[in-house]
């Protein structure tokens, strides 16, 4: 199976990511965990994209498009793999097409988690962070569920003004990929409301019925 994921913040994408990539059997690559791995080990395209950073630039497309294919070509992606992250804008999309079409490996869907926006803002701006392990919990909650911490508190950008500008810079930016996709005709849609397990299998119902 290759996939990837698509929807605005809030939309439960990276939770999504790591239940379907193990019913699957892929690697859940995202762009942030590819950075960091970059970084760490001091590559070419680590030191590159440091160099934007530490300049307080956004990493330019041409260094995280380069980051993500030389990640597709490792071992565990051989059979397949679910990208959470990427790509961000259409330019992305069409470097990933000319790619895997190079490497006769075609993306079989864009997977996209449709949500309202106002239970976008509703689920985050309810969300507390635990600040010792990072852990997300309910602002009704009096500690931390993973290391049972008390220190819980909102993060700037789960504060309703941030996540609304969020939205927006979505809408701007990432939303065009979806049309792309649709286009593509590799568009699947699946309500991102319910349980976390009642969207995965709502996922894996509409992902079965790819030929």
């Known amino acids: 199976m290759r996939l990837?994921?698509?929807?605005p913040p809030g939309?439960?994408?990276?939770?999504?990511?790591q239940f379907?990539?193990?019913?699957?059997?892929?690697p859940h690559i995202s762009t942030g965990d590819i950075f960091r791995a970059n970084l760490k080990a001091g590559t070419?395209?680590?030191?590159?994209?440091?160099?934007?950073?530490?300049?307080?630039?956004?990493?330019?497309?041409?260094?995280?498009n380069e980051m993500v294919k030389d990640r597709l070509t490792h071992d565990d992606a051989a059979k397949g793999f679910l990208l959470d992250g990427y790509p961000?804008?259409?330019?992305?999309?069409?470097?990933?097409r000319t790619f895997l079409a190079e490497r006769d490996t075609p993306l079989q869907a864009a997977l996209e988690?449709?949500?309202?926006?106002?239970?976008?803002?509703?689920?985050?701006?309810?969300?507390r962070t635990c600040r010792a392990c990072g852990a997300s919990a309910a602002a009704s909650a009096a500690k931390c569920s993973s290391c049972n911490e008390t220190d819980?508190?909102?993060?700037?950008?789960?504060?309703?003004?941030?996540?609304?500008?969020?939205?927006?810079?979505?809408?701007?930016?990432?939303?065009?990929?979806i049309a792309f996709y649709r286009g593509e005709g590799l568009l699947l849609t699946i309500p991102?409301?319910?349980s976390v397990a009642e969207i995965t299998e709502r996922a894996i119902t509409e992902l079965s019925r790819l030929s």
Not at 50 to 59: I, N, P, S, Y
Not at 153 to 175: A, C, G, H
């Open 4 to 7: 990837l994921l698509v929807g």
């Open 20 to 26: 379907l990539a193990a019913h699957y059997s892929i």
């Open 44 to 64: 070419d395209l680590g030191n590159q994209a440091k160099a934007f950073m530490d300049r307080g630039e956004l990493v330019p497309d041409s260094v995280t």
């Open 192 to 194: 991102a409301v319910g």
């Open 11 to 17: 939309a439960g994408k990276g939770t999504q990511a």
């Open 88 to 96: 961000r804008n259409v330019v992305q999309a069409e470097v990933l």
């Open 152 to 177: 819980l508190y909102q993060r700037e950008d789960d504060k309703e003004e941030v996540i609304t500008r969020r939205l927006e810079v979505y809408q701007e930016q990432t939303s065009p990929l």
């Open 113 to 127: 988690l449709s949500i309202a926006n106002d239970e976008i803002i509703k689920r985050l701006s309810s969300r």
